[in-house]
């Protein structure tokens, strides 16, 4: 056996990684420990954010759910940037390391918004009256933690997958079940946030609220430093961005010159390794033709004895362009997915505002803690789908994961649209209630808070089908060098699904106040029709998933020959 991995990593010192003495688990409990921390962090400040900004910020239903799915899609959409300088310039490690800084001074910044007086907005019991200079300082301090989180969540999940040698077939086998614990831990740390801490955020303060997710970030610090000398680094690429526009302007330059019948006589360096750092080679495909004009040697190409890549560029090269490309289309059906996911964060929570939260006759659970059953479905269904479902679709399929990547996402497709379903025949259930009684002037319904279990617990489910199956497709389809880009590229749906969701209740709201209605999603959601909203977006996912369908039929798997250099 190798005593060296053959994929390229290093260990921190910048020598090649010793099989025996990085990587694989030993590595993988810090990452995973981090991530726990770090979710903890995030979804402690964010899980109840909704009603923070509603109650302490004196917003209205709309624009409060606006501001924070708005919020939320950045923080999904600033991953472009950490990717980038992570797949280009610093290496995933060393991106880690530099955005948690930034992530770290916006929570502590929040946590003084909502604790030292005069930055905190003055309330009268449930009144409160924020100043336009309190209100700029959270939204400051929630935008630098959207600026910190770009530079983790590409990469560490990344970074995880990096610790396992794609060339090593046992630990190729245990990367699946990384990326399935991965999401494992993230539900864990947004279990404790979604109990322990949205009690105290409703109880004591968001002071303390907003403080111990603080400290979790710390601690999550911590714990991914103390794992330095067990971890494998991949090398840095140089910019994908510009090795995609030498294949596009190659391409264009070349555009009269004709492909060879003989693929063979495509460019392509004769080492067993890639000339891009961290990469393999990768197979040639026939889709997308045009661009294997940018690897096509011309008599001028073969007289420069210094080859520029802005006119000749390598199979391997090309290829990463298509790789790419052909990501986009399964990408672009992940965004109603995760307008549906958006829900829990917003309609979910302004929907159990209305329902009866006791627990008893001395307990009332806040409307926001309901996502703990999202969580407890998804700690439930990951070591089922990892234990029990992958060995019986194995046995079936014959494929060594169970189903196909592509499958497994699109199962969780069909589940959300049950979410949809559940939450609007609930919503049709209260709205019956109150017309029959007349309540609707009431701020609560006597109707338990608990019948809202069921829409949490298919999200959940759906997640582990379609999230999960995203972040280990988006991984393994992404050329070796552009694994951060790609892995950001798929949370970049998330963020899409956000601003889709905005987008939706802006011009659900704009339409249906006309004339001086209440609309579909009023102020007061008893003179409101929430049901239209949900039976709007479980038509929307039920056709997504049909086109989905189309999209994966189509896609054709990539193939990595060699290893890194």
């Given at each position: ?30 990452i ?7 979710r903890?962090?995030?979804?402690g ?50 991106t ?57 969540k ?9 610790q396992?040698d ?10 699946s ?6 999401y ?24 303390w609220?907003?403080?111990i ?13 103390a ?28 555009s ?51 080859k ?46 209305t ?19 999202d969580?407890?479905?998804?700690l ?21 994961r ?51 279990v ?28 552009m ?16 601003y ?55 896609y ?10």
């Open positions: 056996m190798d005593m060296f991995t053959q994929d390229g990593t290093l260990d921190i010192h910048k020598k090649p990684a010793n099989k025996e003495k990085t990587g694989t688990w030993k590595a993988c409990r810090f995973l420990g981090t991530e726990c921390c770090e903890l962090a995030y979804y400040m964010s899980i109840n954010l909704v009603n923070y900004v509603e109650k302490h910020l004196s917003m209205g239903n709309v624009a409060a759910s606006n501001s924070v799915t708005n919020w939320s899609g950045t923080c999904y959409a600033t991953p472009l940037i950490g990717a980038f300088l992570a797949d280009a310039y610093l290496g995933r490690y060393f880690i390391a530099s955005f948690v800084i930034v992530y770290i001074c916006g929570m502590t910044l929040l946590t003084l918004s909502a604790s030292v007086p005069g930055l905190t907005p003055t309330c009268n019991g449930e009144d409160c009256h924020a100043t336009g200079g309190q209100t700029a300082i959270t939204f400051v301090a929630l935008y630098l933690i959207a600026l910190g989180t770009g530079g983790i590409p990469c560490v999940s990344s970074f995880g997958a990096d396992f794609d060339t090593d077939e046992v630990e190729r086998e245990s990367k079940s990384f990326f399935n614990w991965f494992f831990v993230i539900n864990v740390g947004a279990m404790i946030a979604s109990s322990v801490l949205v009690w105290i955020q409703m109880n004591i303060g968001w002071g609220g907003f403080g997710p603080t400290v979790a970030m710390a601690l999550a610090v911590l714990l991914f430093f794992g330095s000398k067990f971890y494998r680094l991949q090398k840095p690429g140089g910019s994908p961005i510009t090795r995609m526009l030498q294949v596009i302007v190659a391409s264009f330059r070349k009269k010159v004709k492909l060879p019948e003989d693929e063979s006589l495509l460019y392509e360096i004769q080492d067993a390794e890639s000339n891009i750092q961290g990469s393999r080679k990768l197979e040639h495909t026939t889709k997308l033709t045009f661009f294997d004009k940018a690897a096509v040697e011309t008599e001028s190409d073969k007289k420069d004895a210094a520029s890549a802005w006119k000749l560029c390598t199979v391997t090269q090309v290829e990463e362009l298509k790789a790419l490309i052909g990501l986009l289309p399964v990408w672009a059906s992940g965004i109603v997915f995760a307008a549906v996911y958006s829900q829990m964060s917003t309609m979910f929570v302004l929907q159990g505002n329902m009866d939260k006791r627990m008893g006759p001395h307990f009332t659970i806040p409307s926001a803690s309901l996502s703990l059953f969580i407890l479905s998804v439930f269904w990951t070591p089922v789908y990892d234990q029990l479902i992958v060995p019986l679709a194995r046995k079936v399929t014959g494929h060594d169970g189903f196909t990547q592509l499958q497994r996402i699109g199962i969780g497709l069909v589940i959300s649209v049950f979410s949809m379903i559940s939450a609007g025949v609930l919503e049709v259930q209260r709205l019956s209630y109150i017309r029959t009684h007349s309540l609707y002037d009431e701020e609560t319904v006597p109707i338990s808070i608990f019948w809202q069921p829409q949490y617990f298919f999200v959940g489910c759906a997640e582990v089908f379609t999230f999960i199956g995203q972040l280990e497709f988006f991984y393994d389809q992404a050329p070796d060098a694994r951060s880009l790609c892995s950001a590229l798929s949370l970049t749906t998330v963020a899409l699904g956000n889709l969701s905005t987008l939706l209740v802006t011009v659900v709201t704009k339409i249906t106040t006309s004339g001086g209605r209440p609309g579909w999603i009023a102020d007061n959601l008893n003179r409101g029709h929430l049901d239209y909203f949900y039976w709007l977006l479980a038509v929307l996912s039920f056709l997504n998933f049909f086109v989905y369908l189309w999209i994966a039929k189509r054709t798997y990539k193939k990595a020959t060699g290893h890194a250099l």
